[in-house]
């Protein structure tokens, strides 16, 4: 299929992905929960002629089509939605309380429904396999998934996310590291009970925490390099039974984020002598627990730049941005790319007026960025398959 038919051919589909898009936005559903999302794409695939399979890793949707014997190029989109009260106002907001699509997996999948409806028509020497990945959010789907050997035959994956921060129409991409490693740490403090109005006669383990908090912020400025960032968040603190005693045990909950793996493999040990020495200091004990979430997505350089070039064809050199940083986000799309070569690329959502960040109530992206991320990974696929079948 030339390049003007094949653009109108997914133009004029449009409608009807914006429609599902839509309709998935309005029953959102949480991680590991996506059943009903999950329906939906099987059944949408299976009237196109895909050969799909359901229930892998848990609640996850694989879709194979062409030929099997050389292998198969894949899309990886995600499918779930958060734990947040959406104020957008839109005539399709969420009719479930306190969840919300505020991560644009609902354009993801009306993408990867786009791509199948447009590759089951072109005649291509390796198969298409698209992942329909459950529980990104909590960054557990993909291990699921690949438990269930959905990498089995992949040769190359594709990986897409919308971006607030480029405008509808652009994209962007990123040789190497593309997000950053993420883990989860869980401070318990121990300190000792008493009077409220005699601080002294006990260990305060409110007071403890505190300087816990704002330690850790100043030894990673002091005792870490600059130039190697590294950021930890504590996002809940739990501690406490009443206004006039002295908290004898308090419980921190946070995350940290790197994008330098040899850093990140070391930062359990880092914070294990630097919590406790804050902590021994005030006269506390503490136990310390650390749990790697996820690598960096660590962008395959040949297949960035198919990414590049495929979107260059479509959008133009000045809608593709070659972005300067990673992101410090998470994305468990890194998981797959420790099985299989692959990249994945920002895909702008901003309208003239302008979009809320991601994991915000009032995330509100163009839905003109549905067709564009078709049509940058439909034009992918099929150069990689033509650069396949040459080597």
């Not at 590991?32 to 848990?58: C, D, H, M, P, Y």
């Not at 995600?78 to 644009?104: Q, R, W, Y």
Request: proline share 4%; with cysteine; charged share 25%.
């Amino acid at each position: 299929m030339e390049k003007n038919k094949l653009l109108k051919e997914i133009d004029s589909i449009n409608d009807e992905l914006i429609n599902i898009r839509r309709h998935i936005h309005a029953h959102p559903e949480l991680s590991g929960l996506e059943n009903q999302t999950a329906i939906l794409i099987s059944g949408f695939l299976k009237n196109i002629g895909w050969k799909v399979s359901e229930s892998v890793g848990r609640t996850g949707v694989v879709a194979e089509f062409g030929p099997e014997d050389k292998g198969f190029i894949g899309l990886r989109v995600d499918m779930d939605a958060l734990p947040i009260s959406e104020n957008t106002n839109l005539s399709f907001s969420s009719k479930v309380d306190g969840v919300m699509h505020a991560c644009g997996h609902d354009l993801h999948i009306s993408i990867g429904l786009g791509v199948a409806k447009i590759i089951k028509d072109l005649s291509l020497n390796f198969g298409t396999k698209i992942i329909f990945q459950p529980a990104e959010e909590i960054a557990s789907g993909a291990k699921w998934m690949i438990k269930d050997g959905v990498t089995n035959g992949l040769i190359n994956i594709f990986g897409v996310h919308v971006f607030p921060d480029l405008n509808v129409g652009s994209i962007g991409i990123k040789e190497g590291a593309l997000t950053a490693a993420a883990g989860e740490i869980e401070i318990e403090i121990k300190g000792k009970s008493g009077h409220g109005a005699r601080p002294h006669e006990g260990v305060d383990a409110i007071w403890v925490a505190s300087k816990v908090v704002s330690g850790i912020q100043e030894l990673i400025t002091r005792k870490l390099d600059p130039l190697d960032p590294v950021v930890i968040t504590f996002g809940k603190i739990d501690g406490g039974n009443a206004y006039n005693i002295l908290a004898e045990k308090v419980k921190l909950m946070g995350t940290v984020r790197s994008t330098n793996l040899h850093l990140f493999g070391n930062i359990s040990n880092w914070l294990d002598e630097n919590v406790k020495s804050i902590a021994v200091g005030c006269g506390a004990e503490v136990e310390i627990k650390f749990r790697e979430i996820t690598p960096p997505v660590n962008n395959n350089s040949e297949i960035n730049s198919i990414l590049r070039d495929s979107a260059i064809h479509i959008l133009g050199e000045q809608n593709v941005i070659e972005l300067q940083k990673p992101s410090l986000g998470a994305e468990d799309f890194a998981e797959f790319l420790n099985d299989v070569p692959g990249a994945m690329f920002r895909l702008g959502v901003s309208s003239e007026k302008g979009c809320a960040p991601l994991h915000s109530s009032k995330f509100d992206p163009d839905e003109r960025a549905i067709s564009i991320g078709i049509k940058v990974i439909t034009e992918s696929i099929v150069r990689l398959n033509k650069k396949l079948s040459n080597s």
